[in-house]
């Protein structure tokens, strides 16, 4: 009932969100209008090289297939079925969710665990402890990576103190992030405080309208098989090494999309470079600020972080626009086509429809 309830709101989320998607465009192009030039942006662009870009296509999917191998091998590390082709299925269905929901940054994870806990017949608390430590395993190779690029900065590149500061706000989030994730993760006792103080809440809202008791008992089940799951991972941490490298291979891939683009356009950039706007545009991307996939802000913020680590305003307005169009465009694309392929076998909103006629 509660999945329901919560997809439901997604749905409708979904809808609004594409007026929200279009308004973070907009604001983007007057950004580039205002502070890029258009002319300089069209004359960057027209020098990009079809091959370079295509290499930069096929590292998004590289990505997302390794992303996908990762929880593929958690998954049977716990002993849920699932053919790849599923999997990779709703890994860009997640990413498709996150990009269209406003102000909802696990939303692509709540999705993946209800549609894996239908498809594999699992309890829903066993498929998070999948979906929580393929994050957690992520959130690893994100903070190497802030650590290699942090070094970067630090040992002499040249940038502005705002650009430094964001780094430190980026690696200080990134570990407190990853220490409540793990913490909580670890802890039996208290994620069920934290469940006893929501049902508390819900009950003072609600003014004991409400019937909890159901669903009180529902979140007590699925946490307990979430522990139990996160048990079975952590009791042969060796067990991960497998996904971990998965996990690196994808951030990896991730990386190379950003020098793909800008091989494209003629222009050869570091290592630094990359991985420094790579790890702020992944943190700002994080924050639920209330716009879908934070278009707008985001390529707000990676033109403008190309431009202060001295790359040309045209190239760095051009990059951003062949990096966007992958990394979300054309994900809501893909995931929409494989929504959309799923059909009444997945959406539980197409599913009532169907029992109904």
């Not at 004359?43 to 096929?58: F, H, I, N, S, W």
């Not at 980026?170 to 405080?193: D, E, G, I, N, W």
């Not at 991730?254 to 943190?283: C, E, K, M, R």
């Not at 190239?315 to 995931?335: C, D, M, P």
Request: charge should be positive.
């Amino acid at each position: 009932m509660v999945t329901l309830l919560l997809i439901s709101k997604k749905n409708i989320l979904m809808k609004s969100g594409i007026l929200f998607l279009l308004f973070g465009l907009t604001i983007f192009v007057i950004y580039l209008y205002f502070f890029v030039g258009m002319a300089e942006l069209v004359e960057a662009a027209g020098k990009m090289d079809p091959a370079y870009y295509l290499l930069a296509v096929l590292a998004l999917l590289l990505s997302g297939t390794f992303y996908s191998l990762a929880w593929q091998h958690i998954l049977g590390l716990l002993q849920i079925k699932s053919a790849f082709r599923k999997t990779f299925s709703f890994i860009w269905v997640g990413s498709f969710v996150d990009l269209v929901i406003p102000a909802e940054s696990f939303s692509g994870e709540l999705s993946k665990i209800y549609l894996m806990s239908k498809n594999s017949g699992e309890d829903m608390g066993k498929v998070a402890a999948s979906v929580v430590s393929h994050r957690i395993l992520s959130m690893v190779i994100m903070l190497f990576g802030i650590i290699v690029g942090s070094t970067f900065l630090f040992s002499g590149y040249e940038t502005s103190q705002f650009v430094v500061n964001l780094m430190l706000f980026v690696a200080a989030s990134t570990v407190v992030a990853l220490f409540l994730m793990c913490y909580l993760s670890l802890k039996p006792r208290v994620t069920m405080k934290i469940a006893a103080l929501i049902v508390r809440f819900l009950y003072f809202v609600s003014r004991g309208r409400w019937e909890l008791t159901s669903f009180k008992l529902e979140l007590e089940k699925a946490l307990t098989t979430f522990h139990q799951g996160m048990r079975i991972l952590t009791e042969k941490p060796k067990n991960l090494l497998a996904p971990l490298l998965f996990s690196a291979v994808a951030f990896l891939f991730d990386l190379s999309i950003s020098f793909f683009v800008l091989f494209s356009l003629g222009f050869s950039v570091s290592l630094s470079v990359v991985l420094i706007v790579y790890t702020i545009v992944g943190a700002i991307q994080a924050i639920p600020l209330g716009i879908p996939g934070e278009v707008g802000i985001t390529d707000v913020a990676m033109t403008s972080l190309y431009s202060l680590l001295g790359i040309p305003t045209g190239i760095s307005g051009a990059a951003t626009v062949l990096t966007r169009i992958l990394t979300v465009w054309l994900k809501i694309f893909v995931g929409y086509v494989i929504v959309q392929w799923m059909g009444i076998t997945i959406l539980p909103g197409h599913d009532a429809r169907a029992k109904t006629n």
